[in-house]
């Protein structure tokens, strides 16, 4: 494999870039900021602008429900990152670009993100697509190549792929509109009906992350800062563990449900599998506390939080183009990785 290549994970959240021998050279929020036409910031600089910038500037996440939703705009995006790394790691042009894709989407779906990478200032000579579920497992440690079944529950930012893997290939997958973002928003209603006060996504992600549980809580405490809902003034106030812990139940019992409905359905000899190796749970939420408890009560089988689940995907990216040969022949073989076009 050449070694100007790039694995991309294009999150609803975040965009992650791998370069071969390097490693995770971009990682930053998937957002972009426009005024007068014309991307003025990317990634988390346009992040810290939500909320602060005047109205005359556009600020837009591209990717929605795990799906580019603004190719425009994410080309902008992608092309304003490549130019970064460019100025940082040297040439990018005539590289070659693995993108990974959500599985439950469609051919004009999965279509632009190959016309997205092809089109951008790398300019590649080859583009190849896999699976994000594929990766997600790769970046686990899971041998995916085994005739054993295996289960993945990836919680994204607006949506959670559940899939069951053997001999390489996906066997059943659910993609389901529930993630991380879903836990926010139900933080910031709550928080208004109960304490009329107002707070932005960034307040909402900081309670998930210091004070969820995903069942019995702790008794933490956060201060917070936002606007009272009947004087318009900025105010702070006490947030207990308990009170999020409660507000996100609903959004992760759920996610077990759909789970069960997807391991209802697979044969007896995959469920013998899934007994034996357990089911591993991977994105950013999946560092919610005690989320493997809660899948372990309502399911009965192993619970493994992965060791670095905001980027198994990216690392399982990194792990295909590193060991090319292997992956490559593998993953074409199982019409894991494709050529489109």
Do not use: W
Request: proline share 3%; hydrophobic share 40%; charged share 25%.
């Amino acid at each position: 494999m050449a070694s100007r290549v790039f694995g991309i994970d294009f999150g609803t959240s975040s965009i992650k870039i791998y370069k071969k021998n390097e490693g995770v050279i971009f990682d930053e929020k998937n957002l972009i900021a426009i005024f007068n036409g014309q991307p003025v910031a990317i990634g988390n600089e346009a992040f810290n602008m939500l909320g602060k910038a005047p109205d005359n500037y556009t600020i837009t996440y591209p990717v929605k429900n795990g799906v580019i939703a603004d190719i425009k705009n994410m080309l902008l995006l992608l092309n304003e990152a490549f130019a970064k790394i460019e100025k940082k790691y040297g040439k990018i042009t005539g590289s070659e670009i693995i993108v990974a894709t959500p599985t439950d989407i469609t051919e004009v779906e999965q279509r632009a993100y190959f016309d997205l990478a092809s089109n951008c200032i790398a300019k590649p000579k080859k583009v190849r697509i896999v699976q994000k579920p594929v990766a997600c497992a790769i970046g686990t440690g899971i041998e995916i190549m085994n005739a054993s079944g295996a289960m993945v529950v990836d919680i994204g930012a607006n949506t959670t792929e559940i899939s069951i893997m053997s001999i390489g290939g996906i066997v059943s997958s659910k993609l389901v509109p529930v993630g991380g973002n879903n836990f926010d928003e139900a933080i910031i209603n709550n928080v208004r009906k109960k304490y009329n006060l107002i707070i932005g996504n960034a307040t909402a992600e900081f309670l998930k992350k210091e004070l969820a549980f995903a069942m019995e809580p702790e008794h933490l405490t956060a201060k917070i800062f936002g606007k009272d809902v009947i004087s318009g003034l900025p105010i702070d106030m006490e947030i207990d563990s308990e009170f999020v812990t409660e507000t996100i139940t609903e959004s992760l019992h759920s996610l077990v449900d759909n789970v069960k409905s997807l391991l209802e359905k697979v044969s007896p000899e995959l469920s013998a599998d899934i007994i034996d190796s357990g089911v591993f749970i991977s994105g950013g939420s999946a560092k919610i506390r005690k989320l493997d408890k809660l899948f372990h009560q309502e399911t009965e089988l192993d619970i493994h939080i992965c060791d670095d689940p905001s980027d198994n995907v990216v690392n399982g990216l990194g792990i295909i183009i590193e060991e090319g040969g292997r992956y490559s022949s593998i993953a074409f073989a199982a019409n894991q990785i494709a050529h489109i076009g």
